[in-house]
């Protein structure tokens, strides 16, 4: 069997009185969507924390590419190829999409004007539509600020940015919330670009038809636990929401 790129075993994470994680495993392999569900308070929120480093555990042990790792701040989870999307975009909304795809890794002017941080900002936008283009990302003008953009195009540009950057883990964070039916469609094919670049994708999502739409394998968190592993093609809707209240007992291998 092959070996997880990325493996979080045993994961607790408390605050105060309640234990946001109880010994949490979490698995993803290269090139592949892999969902976390679990109902509201199940843990998701606070294991992709842990993963992509923004919040430290109290147990367990993380590994990437077999070797333990451990992410300080989310700066060092990037550092080895993780980014995450976070559902408010994390997005500049007054700079323009080019800006915003290099933010806090913006290209500077060399020459005599590497001194002083000139930005070079013809290289930002030709990179900008490279990375645009090959995700298939339509942006009609990449000048404008992200603000004018519709909910599906900030989106990608948000997508974009973590692509760009991302050579092992992306973690998307209920990706088409608030979008509209076409939009959704869009983001969607993009995550399945991503996958196709041998990217993994760990898709966080309330919306199990898109759940099973996208993803290849599903796992679910209750009560700060994985409770059940599925491959996407083998299960349903009602045997996800069964195993996420709690009326499917056991683990299902994936």
């Not at 909304?93 to 915003?100: E, Q, S, T």
Request: glycine share 10%; with cysteine.
């Amino acid at each position: 069997m092959t070996e997880p790129l990325l493996r979080a075993a045993g994961l607790t994470k408390r605050y105060g009185q309640v234990h946001a994680l109880q010994g949490a495993d979490f698995s993803a392999n290269p090139g592949e969507v892999v969902a976390l569900i679990g109902d509201n308070g199940a843990g998701k929120s606070t294991l992709v924390k842990v993963l992509c480093g923004a919040i430290q555990p109290d147990g367990g042990q993380i590994s990437l590419d077999g070797q333990v790792v451990h992410f300080a701040n989310p700066f060092e989870a990037q550092r080895h190829g993780i980014e995450t999307v976070y559902q408010d975009l994390s997005l500049a909304p007054d700079l323009d999409a080019a800006a915003n795809l290099h933010l806090g890794r913006e290209v500077f002017r060399g020459g005599v004007l590497r001194p002083f941080h000139v930005l070079d900002r013809a290289a930002m936008r030709s990179s900008a539509r490279s990375a645009f283009a090959e995700l298939g990302v339509d942006l009609q003008d990449i000048d404008v600020p992200v603000a004018s953009l519709s909910g599906g195009q900030r989106q990608s540009v948000a997508v974009a940015r973590a692509v760009a950057y991302a050579s092992k883990v992306i973690f998307m964070d209920e990706p088409t919330a608030a979008l509209g039916v076409v939009q959704r469609g869009r983001v969607l094919d993009t995550i399945r670009r991503v996958r196709d670049r041998g990217v993994s994708v760990v898709l966080i999502s309330h919306n199990m038809p898109e759940v099973l739409a996208v993803s290849d394998r599903v796992e679910v968190l209750r009560l700060g636990r994985r409770v059940a592993r599925y491959v996407t093609a083998q299960t349903s809707v009602e045997e996800l929401v069964g195993a996420m209240t709690g009326a499917l007992a056991g683990e299902a291998a994936a």
